[in-house]
């Protein structure tokens, strides 16, 4: 019978011990999870961040791209007004020269 309380008595001391590391460890666990949980809050922050300043800047880029075709098709125009000038001209000096 004393054998039996003394091994009962030393098994109830070591689930005691595994315990304690058990509950040191779980402490641990729930400390890294708090600070990976911000982690992960701080980058989806930064992602949105990011997102915010490509939305602004891919914004910008459709403006002037606006801006610069409706210059390249003013000039278009205006070069085709010239071209047309310059087939008259030719038409013209065609006429001249017939009727001479």
């Known amino acids: 019978m004393t054998k039996r309380a003394v091994k009962a008595e030393n098994n109830a001391t070591k689930l005691k011990q595994e315990n304690a590391l058990l509950q040191v460890q779980l402490k641990n666990y729930k400390t890294e999870n708090e600070a990976l ?10 992602v949105k961040q990011n997102a915010d300043l490509a ?23 205006s070069l085709q007004l010239v071209a047309d000038l310059l087939k008259s ?8 020269e017939d009727r001479q």
């Open 37 to 46: 949980r911000s982690g992960q809050s701080a980058s989806l922050a930064v």
């Open 55 to 77: 939305l602004q800047n891919l914004l910008t880029v459709i403006t002037n791209s606006r801006s610069s075709i409706k210059q390249l098709v003013s000039g278009a125009e």
């Open 89 to 96: 001209i030719d038409r013209i000096s065609e006429v001249s």
